[in-house]
């Protein structure tokens, strides 16, 4: 069983637009919130973004505020990430996971989608 799916990355040049989708798991959606992290290889995770579970509160880290924008679809149980105006800074690789109090449930951690923003 594979509790959740990223897709989306890519390769694009800087100033251009990616959208990330999550396809997660019913019993894990409907009961969490849901956030998306990214790491680059030797360097910390990092948090990106967060979505409340009625999708109507989003938190972002100052970093991609007003670039990024996360969202979540009950139809599809899948969360987004629409990013535009990407930089190299982006270039990571990005994961989803449900969220709590005391950060990412590592317990339900993906593969992650590479993304990869040239100059």
């Known amino acids: 069983q594979v509790d959740l ?3 989306g990355g890519g390769l694009v040049q800087a100033g251009g637009s990616l959208t990330l989708s999550c396809v997660v798991s019913e019993h894990i ?14 360097k910390e995770r990092e948090f990106v973004a967060a979505v409340s ?14 670039r990024f924008t996360i969202s ?3 139809a599809k149980n899948t969360v987004f990430l629409q990013m535009r105006n990407l930089k190299p800074a ?3 690789v990005y ?25």
Not at 29 to 42: C, N
Not at 95 to 119: K, M, N
Request: with cysteine; charged share 25%.
């Open 29 to 42: 959606f409907s009961k969490y919130e849901m956030a998306w992290f990214r790491q680059a290889p030797g």
């Open 5 to 7: 799916v990223e897709s």
């Open 72 to 74: 979540r679809d009950y």
């Open 90 to 92: 982006d270039t990571s």
């Open 53 to 66: 579970r009625n999708g109507r509160n989003a938190e972002y880290a100052d970093s991609v505020r007003g």
């Open 95 to 119: 994961h989803c996971a449900p969220r709590d109090d005391f950060g990412p449930i590592l317990e339900y951690w993906g593969q992650g989608t590479q993304v990869t923003v040239s100059s």
